[in-house]
């Protein structure tokens, strides 16, 4: 089986963040999708092992908020290879809240939804969440980050914790 066919996959980059309690945690995926506008909902798709994964089912709401392509190689480390668990995400950097009291950092971002889970999926290694948007709002005009440009132009890494890792073979 050649897996370089799931590479042709488009997707973006998202950063998903919770509060529950003083627990605040956040993640980056790759699996941020509209999936119905009538009501409208979200899917944002996270490994179980994760800790973020555990903090949405916790608190039942989570921020989805899309990447720019300003973004660089720090700012996705800061929320893509390190863990919420013993890392704060959110120091040193600008943090708003959305209407659900979600932390987001409106720095590289191009919009920010505010989303109460209202179905979930277990599937296997992740958990897919179902977000019925409560608020929106562009936060700038910049490109929204693809995967693509994440590998091609950044030379990013899929972490085997991510949806898209598939093993070389």
Known sequence: MDTRALHKFTSGLYVVSTQAGETVSACLINTGLQLTSAPLQVQAVV??????????????????????????????????????????????????????????????????????VVGTLDVGTHMIFVGEVKDAAVLSDDPHMTYGYYHTVLKGKTPPKASAYVPEG
């Open 47 to 116: 490994n179980k092992q994760n800790y973020t994964e555990g903090i949405i089912e916790q608190s039942g709401h989570f921020a989805l908020t899309l990447v720019s392509e300003k973004a660089d190689m720090p700012y996705i480390g800061r929320f893509g290879f390190r863990t919420s668990r013993d890392f704060d995400k959110f120091d040193g950097v600008t943090v708003e809240r959305t209407i659900l009291g979600d932390p987001y950092t409106p720095d590289n971002a191009v919009a920010v939804l505010a989303c109460e």
